[in-house]
């Protein structure tokens, strides 16, 4: 027998998302995201994700969705997620952990790109390098974030705060629903 009750988890995401729900901006930054990086698309730039561990994987979903498709068929979308193994282990070895998105933004991000990064803390040291890259080289950053923001919220052009305090599971859940609608949202924007 489970040492936990199943609803009860279901019950707690339901008022974290719940509480993202309320806040009084949700829908303005979200569709704000959106209209950057359809903007950046239109002008022939890419929107270039990062996050780690599970964010990583959230970064990675939310490129091959671009790439390939979410609910329509329709072209290919520029969209990348830095997730080589090769350079995070190149730079992790020779820079430090701390610079494995920042160094990859030095060589492969340009004006009019857009950084979509994403940690639960709000305080990942290699996302807080990756956002000075990208004031650096005037790029525009997106940054998902959990409980206050932490210090990224002022780093980056547009957070977005999924306000919750406990385990960044739940900040991640409330995270991918945020990515598939600024997937379904780039969509139906390009597709006009």
Do not use: W
């Not at 022939?44 to 599970?54: C, D, E, L, P």
């Not at 739940?170 to 379904?184: A, G, K, S, Y």
């Amino acid at each position: 027998m489970l040492s936990f009750d199943v609803l009860d988890d279901l019950r707690e995401e339901q008022k974290v998302l719940n509480d993202f729900i309320e806040q009084k901006d949700t829908r303005e930054v979200i569709e704000k995201a959106i209209y950057m990086m359809t903007d950046s698309i239109k002008n022939r730039g890419k929107i270039i994700s990062a996050g780690n561990g599970g964010s990583m994987c959230d970064a990675m979903h939310f490129a091959e969705e671009l790439t390939g498709r979410y609910r329509n068929d329709r072209p290919a979308y520029p969209a990348i997620a830095i997730c080589d193994p090769s350079h995070i282990s190149c730079v992790g070895n020779d820079y430090g952990y701390d610079y494995i998105f920042s160094r990859f933004l030095e060589g492969m991000g340009f004006k009019g790109d857009v950084f979509l990064g994403i940690s639960t803390s709000g305080n990942s040291k290699n996302i807080i390098e990756a956002c000075r890259v990208c004031k650096e080289k005037d790029l525009k950053s997106v940054v998902l974030l959990g409980k206050d923001g932490g210090k990224l919220k002022d780093l980056c052009d547009l957070p977005i705060i999924v306000p919750h305090f406990g385990y960044a599971d739940r900040i991640q859940e409330v995270h991918t629903m945020i990515i598939h609608i600024m997937i379904r949202g780039i969509e139906e924007v390009l597709s006009k």
